[in-house]
């Protein structure tokens, strides 16, 4: 059974960077496609990105510049990193694996921007 | 790109049946047969209730279904149960290997 646990601080200061960590196990990142979608309070899904397993990555337009994914085919873990962060990038940030659709997600990690 | 258009809220009393509607463009729904729906509860992860437009996963209630026409695709929700109220969002493939959401509905089983 495919599990995912996100980690990674829950405390960033403004223009800093968000780092974050997947964790994955009862399958290899090594195939499907890996996400990371995020909720800010009282709003609706925004997916990020992804690392797919060919290695190739792609990002929410809107996100462009700021956001990276890599991943870790050693450690079965991928990682989001988000640049200059405000408080709008405060959410719950998840990630979920891709196959047909987002059918296997992490239970989620409240990030929260502030000084 | 647009976050895809969704009802605020429906409602609907135990064993009937309800239908949600998601709103996109001929660049996300109308273009492609990849729309799926999440069931979102409370402080939980969503989870995937239909895929592929009206593909349901194994475990996944009978009770759910999706369809498409044009750049509308819809949940159907039948024999309502209090354990279906919860947020339901629509997602579609836009191309360029990348996805978008609804904006989300609340049903509430009343």
């Known amino acids: 059974q495919v599990q995912l646990q996100e980690s990674g601080p829950r405390l960033v200061k403004p223009s800093e960077t968000l780092s974050l960590t997947c964790s994955v196990s009862?399958?290899?990142?090594?195939?499907?496609?890996w996400s990371w979608i995020r909720q800010p309070p009282g709003k609706t899904l925004e997916w990020i990105g992804y690392f797919s397993n060919s290695g190739s990555t792609n990002y929410n337009p809107s996100l462009q510049g700021r956001v990276t994914i890599s991943a870790d085919t050693s450690k079965n873990q991928f990682s989001l990193t988000l640049k200059t962060v405000t408080t709008a990038d405060t959410a719950v940030y998840y990630c979920a694996k891709y196959y047909n659709a987002f059918d296997i997600w992490g239970p989620g990690t409240t990030v929260t921007v502030s000084s | 790109q647009s976050a895809l258009t969704q009802p605020a809220s429906v409602s609907g009393s135990p064993g009937q049946s309800i239908t949600i509607s998601c709103t996109g463009s001929s660049s996300d729904i109308g273009g492609y047969n990849y729309v799926s729906w999440y069931q979102q509860h409370p402080g939980k992860a969503p989870k995937v209730m239909i895929y592929?437009?009206?593909k349901r996963p194994s475990e996944v209630s009978t009770r759910f279904s999706g369809s498409k026409s044009g750049n509308t695709a819809s949940l159907t929700i039948s024999g309502l149960q209090t354990e279906d109220e919860a947020y339901y969002y629509c997602?579609?493939?836009?191309?360029?290997?990348?996805?978008?959401f609804g904006g989300g509905t609340k049903l509430t089983v009343l």
């Open positions: 997602s579609s493939y836009t191309g360029d290997t990348n996805w978008v």
């Open positions: 009862g399958d290899s990142i090594s195939s499907y496609y």
């Open positions: 592929d437009v009206s």
